[in-house]
């Protein structure tokens, strides 16, 4: 069950910026962090972002990521074609005693 | 290389049972917590389960408790899942990820299909 809310899609030109939020609850982002995945479709996740705004290695610096009481977002700047995957966010919730996914949210680059 | 290797998924009755496995190799993987996470066809990510380095400790999604079982064998290098009552919702493509000390999934397997249909 996706109990952390994500918008269904966004958009941008080459170069724009875009930003994606995740909505959760005092039980799972705000007492925990979130971490971000990208999806191609057709392929396993990959690990965007860990500990709200860690970037692993190899991820570009274009993307960045954020957390503010239950709540937390994604930027991408200086969006590339290669950005356009399914994103989600995830957290570990207190109350479920599991992790829990956001909704997902596709971006296209127009 | 670093890499998880799923295996075990196939077409299953509703009711039936499946073992999934998930071979790992490049990394020390008794010194790492595992997770399996699904994906029905067209859908969102789903957290399933995870189990400790050691295999004492797991936990499971609500909607698989008491029917799923995760478990490991350190010796060799591999996660499992046991899933048994399985019912047309449990249809999906099954991957098995590594959890680092972030509560993240660092490194992910490239999944297999499980379909449940009569």
């Known amino acids: 069950q996706s109990v952390l809310t994500q918008p269904p899609s966004a958009s941008g030109t080459p170069g724009q910026r875009v930003t994606i939020s995740c909505s959760g609850s005092s039980s799972n982002i705000g007492c925990n962090t979130v971490t971000w995945y990208q999806q191609i479709p057709g392929t396993a996740p990959k690990l965007l972002m860990y500990n709200n705004n860690q970037r692993p290695s190899g991820v570009p610096d274009r993307f960045s990521g954020s957390k503010s009481g239950t709540s937390a977002s994604l930027a991408i700047s200086g969006l590339q074609s290669e950005d356009e995957a399914d994103y989600y966010c995830a957290a570990w919730d207190d109350n479920l005693n599991g992790f829990v996914f956001g909704t997902g949210t596709e971006v296209t680059v127009l | 290389e670093v890499q998880l290797v799923e295996s075990g998924g196939g077409l299953v009755q509703p009711g039936g049972s499946l073992r999934l496995s998930c071979a790992a190799s490049?990394?020390?993987?008794?010194?790492?917590?595992m997770h399996w996470v699904r994906q029905a066809p067209g859908k969102g990510l789903v957290w399933v389960s995870r189990?400790?380095?050691?295999?004492?400790?797991?936990n499971y999604a609500d909607s698989v408790k008491g029917r799923f079982t995760v478990s490991r064998d350190n010796a060799k290098n591999t996660l499992y899942l046991q899933m048994n009552s399985l019912r047309d919702a449990d249809t999906a493509v099954y991957y098995c990820?590594?959890?680092?000390?972030?509560?993240?999934?660092?490194?992910w397997g490239q999944g297999t299909v499980v379909t449940v249909s009569s």
């Open positions: 990820a590594r959890g680092n000390g972030y509560n993240a999934f660092d490194l």
């Open positions: 189990i400790n380095t050691d295999g004492s400790s797991t």
């Open positions: 490049g990394f020390t993987f008794s010194s790492y917590w």
